[in-house]
């Protein structure tokens, strides 16, 4: 048995998928403030998955953030209780094994690799565009990383072949200016159409639908903008497919728009990456958790 954890800033999800990939358990509960009774929260709701089940099983967790390979303790995580935490070594002591832990994107891109949109594909790149924008790269079934513990963070990476009026770009909560978060998150989409401080880009799709010119060029920008940030990619893994997350990732316009804008900066003749949504949605942080073992 395979037991996942997503760990996020409001709920604490645990899932239980056995050796085909069915969901035998799911639960959840709040996330609580505190680090400490995180842990024991995780921990609760493991023992209880395993007593319901009768079976143990392997733990992967995802977070918000990155195990420096420096430190082992959490780093960028936007749940502040977690970082400088080392969690990984506070959940084995806890669950008496080995726990595995990762980002939320590198789950999404297990996840969507393993039985969802980019099943069948050798090299899925898979993208976050929500509160924040990260990636994730898996690769014959193994998630790709490195002496950095930096695999896939495109997110702060900046804007590629910016315009002038785009230069130097919004400064970034990681301390640089113009990172891709700035722009294709949902705060970076709603402060490029509202202004500075304009955080919910919710309503911005169908303002454009219903003919708000401020709001449909804004999308337009964003699409373009994503575009450009995937045709680098493009030129540096080309991957078999891109598969998008997060709640930017219901922009239906993204699919049509995206691969015609992003050909344009592919080098060479061709240009036919799919970018495809992701299947299993909010849960394929939780599921790609699971998985983090499946690779030996
Ligand atoms: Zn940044």
Not at 3 to 12: A, N, V
Not at 45 to 54: C, F, S
Not at 67 to 77: C, F, I, Q, W
Not at 160 to 166: A, C, D, K, N, S
């Amino acid at each position: 048995m395979r037991l996942g954890i997503d760990l996020g800033g409001t709920k604490i999800e645990i899932v239980a998928l056995d050796r085909d990939g069915a969901v035998r358990l799911r639960r959840r509960v709040p996330t609580p403030s505190d680090y400490a009774a995180a842990v024991e929260a995780i921990a609760a709701l493991v023992h209880g998955a395993e007593r319901e089940t009768g079976e143990r099983g392997t733990v992967g967790v995802g977070i918000p953030g990155s195990l420096s390979p420096v430190t082992g303790l959490v780093r960028n995580a936007n749940s502040q209780a977690l970082n400088g935490q080392p969690l990984d070594r506070d959940l084995a002591a806890a669950l008496g094994r080995e726990v595995r832990v990762t980002n939320d994107a590198n789950c999404l891109a297990m996840s969507e690799a393993a039985d969802g949109a980019g099943a069948g594909y050798r090299t899925v790149f898979a993208v976050i565009m929500g509160t924040g924008c990260g990636g994730g790269i898996v690769s014959s079934g193994r998630i790709l990383d490195g002496p950095n513990g930096t695999g896939g963070e495109w997110g702060h990476t900046p804007l590629p072949w910016m315009r002038p009026e785009e230069f130097p770009g919004p400064r970034c909560w990681c301390g640089r200016h113009g990172c891709l978060e700035t722009f294709l998150s949902g705060p970076g989409l709603a402060a490029d159409c509202d202004g500075p401080g304009a955080r919910d880009a919710g309503s911005i799709p169908a303002r454009a639908a219903a003919g708000e010119a401020k709001a449909a060029a804004a999308l337009a920008r964003h699409a373009d903008r994503l575009a450009r940030a995937l045709g680098m990619i493009a030129n540096i893994l080309d991957p078999d497919v891109v598969v998008l997350g997060g709640g930017l990732s219901n922009m239906e316009h993204l699919y049509r728009e995206v691969p015609p804008l992003m050909a344009r900066h592919v080098f060479g003749d061709v240009a036919r990456t799919p970018v495809v949504r992701a299947r299993h949605g909010d849960s394929s942080g939780v599921f790609g958790a699971a998985r983090l073992w499946d690779s030996g």
